[in-house]
């Protein structure tokens, strides 16, 4: 049975970091590829970030340069490091498995920013 489930959401002030973790079981988390997702209120569900198996990453343009996607498949677990924080990065952020044309879901965790 996939589970994924994350950690680290919370609030934090405008220009501060966060760490948000998801721990993976269920499949070989080795060989897939995972990414993170956002929906604001009001808003779809959108793409932050995306790591291959391989480790080639993208990015959406609003997170560029200050959020990164680690993956460590010794723990099965990704993680999305944020940094520079903005109000409009407030959301909740899903960790996601996108496998033999299934999207796999976690539960989701709150990051408010505060301005």
């Known amino acids: 049975q996939v589970q994924l489930v994350e950690f680290g959401g919370g609030l934090v002030q405008a220009g501060g970091s966060l760490r948000l973790s998801c721990v993976a079981s269920?499949?070989?988390?080795?060989?897939?590829?995972m990414g993170w997702y956002r929906q604001a209120p009001g808003k779809q569900r959108e793409l932050v970030a995306r790591?291959?198996?391989?480790?080639?990453?993208n990015y959406a343009d609003s997170v560029k340069g200050r959020f990164t996607i680690p993956r460590d498949n010794s723990k099965n677990t990704v993680y999305l490091e944020m940094n520079s924080l903005k109000a409009e990065d407030t959301a909740v952020y899903y960790c996601?498995?996108?496998?033999?044309?299934?999207?796999?879901w976690g539960k989701g965790t709150l990051v408010t920013v505060s301005s």
């Open positions: 790591i291959s198996s391989g480790g080639t990453t």
């Open positions: 269920g499949f070989v988390f080795s060989i897939n590829t």
């Open positions: 996601n498995n996108p496998r033999g044309g299934v999207n796999y």
